[in-house]
């Protein structure tokens, strides 16, 4: 019950502090994509003692919701869950796999379209923008990408896709194997 009022709260807050922007959901569908997400780690952890409920929750919260916010607005949602889960960290996630992986699909290049390939450099903030497209895919069954022309939007989306496929290759189940069908919103 207490997790479930933070769970309300965060977002009551974030919708009152947090700039305005299209693309930000506080309601039904943010408490939704919350929940989901804590399942999935639940179920993954196991019967961790490490991870108390707080620390699932909190996760979850981040999970679903960093990724969307704009750099303007992570410090101050950041300061609004450390202001409702004092004393709560957080371990890092465990992406090795997958970050090994988004290093070697970037340092071969990423085939975007026949002929077309590019070659990424691999900064954190890249690698970043990756691992936090992947835990959207995870909570969410639709996700588009928006951005500036040229941000690199389809890269990191290939970049995933492929990173995931290879893990995939190498006997890692945990990854499924992509493919992309690009098709035309025009025809």
């Known amino acids: 019950r207490e997790n479930a009022q933070k769970i309300v709260r965060v977002l009551q807050l974030s919708s009152e502090q947090l700039s305005s922007q299209m693309h930000y959901d506080y309601g039904m569908r943010a408490v939704n994509s919350i929940l989901i997400a804590a399942g999935n780690l639940r179920f993954k952890l196991g ?36 202001d409702l889960f004092p004393g709560v960290k957080l371990p890092e996630a465990d992406y090795d796999t997958l970050l090994t992986n988004i290093h070697e699909v970037s340092t071969n290049g990423i085939e975007i379209a026949p002929d077309n390939v590019y070659y990424i450099d691999d900064k954190a903030e890249y690698n970043t923008k990756v691992i936090q497209l992947y835990e959207m895919v995870l909570v969410r069954h639709g996700v588009m990408v928006v951005g500036q022309t040229c941000s690199g939007k389809t890269a990191i989306i290939h970049t995933l896709a492929k990173a995931m496929t290879l893990a995939n290759s190498k006997d890692n189940s945990v990854y499924n194997k992509v493919v992309i069908y690009t098709i035309s919103p025009k025809s």
């Open 47 to 82: 019967n961790n003692k490490q991870w108390t409920e707080a620390m699932i929750i909190l996760r979850s919260i981040n999970d679903v919701n960093l990724a969307k916010f704009l750099v303007e607005d992570i410090p101050l949602f950041q300061g609004i869950t450390s």
